[in-house]
């Protein structure tokens, strides 16, 4: 008899394959068509606890989880105990909106400031670190304060304090040289071109503040409208009226400032209703930078445990209920960028870097306008476009040649970082940021190089190193018939000598040792303890030369070296393009040629072709060198003696002075006067006896005495 296999019904699961007993007989059952394409990441809720229910229902009712059964953590802000503290905590629990009669909502003036405590000076028995400001930094400061450009009518910057409508800003950093440290305040009202008298309303904040620190303040401002919203910079000095050390609460200098500059604003404009601070935030929607509306959305997110939920029937604060579809308009906003996830409707997911990257986006935002008024300043706005702008930061990596188009502190203008706008040889216009005292005597119209901290070994240390033979010593002579072997031009003599000088640096380093007249005890691995001598001597970040302090036009026609001079005999070393400021030098480039012909100081080849003397720059450095010291020694009443090479010199530093040749040191030796070469080392020697023996490569060797004055 044959078996018959029973018919098996179709599976009535919601499984897609059902299975025959004997696992060889099935049926498919196609599922519901779905779309696979790639979709946002998907963000999953986390569980969320008993305790932490508790802390959403008290964020919603406005209270702080973090305070709970009066458990409060202390605020971890600089010297929490300082003046102010007490008024601190009744300002800080301020609530800006409050109902009137008829039970309309308004609120106070929105006022920001933004505060800095920069320390001069240590306690007694510390070590001077490289947190302190030294007194360049301060100095420059001030001078940022009072630059061209900043009033109403684009005139300079006006210092006043309490009573003085003119005060001298110079007296007040003196009287401060000494302090341990210095407050440094912006202070700028959301609504501050209505103000009627910004100078007034200052004057009213800073009499709040010493009735709240219970002491006189010594303080200048000066009131800025070179940007959106005019704002006043404030400095006071940190000591009382009793000349003891000014400690203020840090919650005060967090809080209450901003309470009482509110108080004032808001007393002459009045409270803002409802209505005008909509229509505040329906304008932030769209920008580009971190909103309040990026705050509350951040914050119901850390309060909903994930996600910001903006449905209509979530309970949530009375404040995202009223702003509820500018929230969504603004979490759209964000999604287009990158910065957050619908998860669900209504239900959004903010990015982590959300809050990091819309800051850095309005930063970047305001250097390219500090860009194109730099360029607008210089008659540039339509010679350079938006695709030349470069901005570096402090992250320099490369090399830039060019000429200064404006000069300004970074940032928001309360810090001692230098931001320079160059135009460079590239054809592009950089945005560098540097300390302060990097950029000492650097103006407007100068040629300079920002250096990037080096990451190669200079290459006179490779060549040392291949020049040094198995023993591991270093002869000049040998290296020199090296060089004419390889046919090194111009001149095999001059290109050993350079490298001689270096191992002279790096002796006085304990990098190499000196056998004899002409004999170096060279390591190994010299590149490697050359690049870490290199990285320590340049420090951290980049650093500025000065190669010109006049412009193109004024070295084209310039009696002495030049910075288009040396260039023109380094034979194109320089990356010139042919667009913005790269084709303006290669323009003065030729014209300077004409003018060495015409002058008799080079020979004209034709095709824009000229033959110049090896020793060019130092010709016309000479001529230069003698003209002007001839005029500074008969101002002196003393004669002139030039420095040449194997002549020995001495004298009094007086000072130095910079030529277009480069700078020199002024020597003094009661009967004669002198200009040498500068070296930085010669700053701390000023007002001392030093002498020296010129060098038949311009340089000298330099020998230190004892500073002039009476002794035992």
Known sequence: ???????????????????????????????????????????????????????QAVRRAGGDPNRLAGKGKASGRFNARGRGAKVAVELKARNPWSRGPDGTRTRARRVTVKARIVKLNPQRGAARGR????????????????????????????????????????????????????????????????????????RDLMARMEADLQTRLDWIAVDHYNTGHPHTHILVRGVTDQGKILNIAGDYIAHGIRERASEI?????????????????????????????????????????????????????????????????????????????????????????????????????????????????????????????????????????????????????????????????????????LRAERCDGITRGMIVAAVPPPTEPRAADRNIRAATGIDGTYDPSRHIEIARAEKITPDPERFVAAHVRRLEALRRAGIVERWGEDHWKVPQDLPEHGLAYDRKGHGSGARLELLSPIGLDKQVTHDGATWLDKELMRQ????????????ETKRAMDRRKQVLVQRGDAQDLGQGRIRAPRDLVQRLQ???????????????????????????????????????????????????????????????????QIGGVGLPSGGVEWTFGRKRGLGL
């Open 265 to 433: 604003v808001t007393l002459e404009l009045g409270r803002q209703t409802e209505l005008e601070v909509t229509d505040q935030l329906r304008r932030e929607v769209e920008a580009d930078r971190f909103t309040r509306l990026d705050r509350m959305l951040i914050a119901e997110q850390e309060s909903a445990n994930e996600f910001a939920d903006l449905r209509p029937d979530h309970d949530t604060l009375e404040t995202m209920k009223r702003n509820r579809a500018l929230l969504i308009a603004r979490a759209r906003r964000l999604e287009k960028m990158g910065l957050a996830t619908e998860v669900r409707p209504g239900e959004w997911h903010i990015s982590d870097r959300a809050e990091g990257t819309l800051r850095a986006l309005s930063e970047r935002e305001d250097i390219i306008k500090s860009m194109h008024r730099a360029l607008e300043g210089n008659d540039l706005d339509d010679a350079r476009g938006i695709a030349q702008l470069a901005v570096h930061r402090d992250k320099l990596r490369e090399r830039i040649t060019g000429r200064v188009l404006a000069r300004d502190l970074a940032g928001d203008g309360n810090c001692d970082r230098v931001q320079l706008v160059i135009d460079g040889t590239d054809g592009r216009v950089h945005q560098v940021e």
């Open 1 to 55: 008899m044959t078996l018959e296999r029973p018919l098996i019904r179709p599976n009535t699961t919601p499984n897609r394959l059902s299975m025959t007993r004997d696992e060889t007989d099935f049926r498919i059952r196609p599922g519901k068509p779905r779309d696979h394409q790639p979709g946002p990441p998907r963000v999953r809720r986390k569980p969320q606890g008993f305790l932490a229910q508790v802390h």
């Open 572 to 583: 194109g070393s320089l990356n010139l393009r042919e667009a913005g400021f790269g084709l």
């Open 131 to 202: 947190t302190f400001v030294g007194a360049k930094a301060v100095d420059a400061h001030l001078r940022y304060l009072e630059r061209d450009g900043v009033t109403r009518d684009g005139e300079r910057g006006q210092v006043y304090s309490a009573t003085e409508d003119a005060a001298d800003g110079r007296d007040f950093l003196d009287r401060g040289r000494e302090d341990r440290h210095q407050f440094r305040f912006i202070v700028s009202a959301e609504d501050g071109v209505d103000l009627s008298d910004l100078r007034q309303t200052t």
């Open 622 to 688: 000479a001529r230069e060198i003698d003209r002007v010291g001839h005029a500074m020694a008969a101002e002196r009443g003393r004669d002139w003696i030039p420095v040449k090479a194997g002549s020995r010199f001495g004298g009094e530093l007086v000072g130095s002075t910079q030529l277009p040749s480069g700078r020199f040191a002024m020597i003094d030796s009661g009967l004669g006067f002198s200009l040498v070469p500068w070296n930085d080392a010669l700053g701390r020697r000023i007002g001392q």
